[in-house]
């Protein structure tokens, strides 16, 4: 699978160029992005990790914004895995405090421009007071349906449907559902349950793997990898993105035309 950069692709156009060879009718309706690449830009300039992390979500803001103008509805961002658990303690007290410090901010903005704020994973995990606001910014924001920013906190892919599972399984039990379990009702136990699945999936930093992100949900969704690092996504990264997607065929299984014998 190609790595693609903005030095691989329409490298000499300008921004509005790259925007005017946009195809309206072709725009994804959801987007999903695993933000990869901040402890490197922080190291790549002497800086502490913390640094990149700051930046990133500069980073967020200004993708936001920019989907605002694309009219791009959905978007759902990789924040924090299961697995970042393991890093160091220093390191997640003050990720906790960045991601409080960016909620605090936002909170208006999801008010303003209508927006819902859907967390998903284990919010357990988080901190009390994280945990608290999480919700509390959910809850009232709950009744906006046109767009939606859905954040993995503390998320992992198999987790989820692990969860799922021990939900069914409890749910049968009291007789709530029956065997066999279709497609349909197994995606109503996931987090995602309210969402359609990504049409778009960007992975910043050159790593070319999903690292445990949304397993079930993107078994169809169009892929794209960048060496760009998250602090450096920003309008031009966006627009080479959706123009790759725009070039893909998408068929779920199916084909296009007539097969040869």
């Known amino acids: 699978m190609d790595i693609t950069s903005s030095t691989d692709i329409q490298s000499e156009l300008t921004e509005q160029e790259l ?3 946009l ?7 959801h987007v999903a992005i695993i933000m990869d690449g901040n402890g490197r830009w922080a190291s790549a300039r002497g800086l502490p990790r913390i640094a990149g992390h700051r930046e990133g979500l500069s980073a967020i803001r200004e993708v936001l914004n920019f989907f605002d103008e694309l009219n791009i509805p959905l978007l759902t961002i990789y924040a924090f895995s299961h697995e ?43 901190p009390d007071a994280v945990q608290a606001l999480v919700h509390e910014i959910a809850n009232e924001t709950a009744h906006f349906t046109d767009r939606v920013l859905t954040v993995a906190l503390s998320y992992g892919g198999r987790s989820e449907i ?8 409890d ?39 999903i690292s445990n992100f949304l397993l079930w949900q993107i078994a169809y969704t169009e892929l794209y990898f960048t060496k760009v690092l998250w602090p450096d996504f920003r309008r031009r990264e966006v627009l080479l993105a959706l123009l790759d997607y725009q070039k893909r065929e998408r068929r779920f299984g199916r084909v296009t035309q007539t097969a040869s014998p």
């Not at 195809?23 to 309706?29: A, F, G, K, N, S």
């Not at 692990?162 to 399984?169: G, M, Q, S, T």
Request: net charge negative.
């Open 162 to 169: 692990l969860d799922a599972v021990n939900d069914i399984v």
């Open 171 to 209: 749910d049968s039990r009291s007789g709530k559902v029956s065997s066999p379990i279709t497609e349909e009702q197994f995606e109503q136990y996931l987090t995602t349950a309210e969402l359609p699945d990504p049409d778009l999936l960007i992975r910043t930093s050159g790593e070319t793997r």
């Open 84 to 126: 970042n658990w393991n890093r160091p303690r220093a390191e997640i007290s003050l990720l906790m405090t960045l991601l409080d410090q960016f909620l605090k901010k936002e909170r208006q903005t999801f008010q303003d421009r209508k927006m819902r704020f859907l967390p998903i994973g284990r919010l357990h995990a988080l």
């Open 23 to 29: 195809d309206p009718d072709l725009m994804p309706h």
């Open 19 to 21: 925007r005017l060879g």
